[in-house]
């Protein structure tokens, strides 16, 4: 199953400890090397990057920027 979400940059696996619902800003811990990231979730609010749904609907894309250290 595919995870949606910020991922961890040097290892490509999802970040942990985000939470439900997703917030737009926060920090997650990548789940091999236990480092803290820092993400913001931006939605795209010019309509460039419109994607589609698994129902038809045209919804507008996000673009997730992930930061920190490690």
Same mark, same amino acid.
């Given at each position: 199953m595919?995870k949606?979400g910020?991922v961890?940059?040097n290892? %490509?696996?999802?970040?942990d400890?985000i939470g439900f619902?997703m917030?737009?800003?926060g920090?997650g811990?990548?789940?091999?090397?236990?480092?803290p990231f820092?993400?913001v979730?931006?939605?795209?609010?010019?309509?460039?990057q419109?994607k589609?749904?698994?129902? %038809?609907?045209k919804?507008?894309?996000e673009k997730?920027?992930?930061? %920190?250290?490690?």
């Amino acid at each position: 199953m595919k995870k949606y979400g910020p991922v961890c940059p040097n290892h %490509g696996c999802p970040l942990d400890g985000i939470g439900f619902p997703m917030p737009k800003k926060g920090t997650g811990i990548c789940q091999i090397s236990g480092v803290p990231f820092d993400y913001v979730i931006e939605v795209d609010e010019d309509d460039t990057q419109m994607k589609v749904d698994k129902f %038809g609907n045209k919804i507008k894309g996000e673009k997730i920027t992930v930061t %920190g250290n490690d």
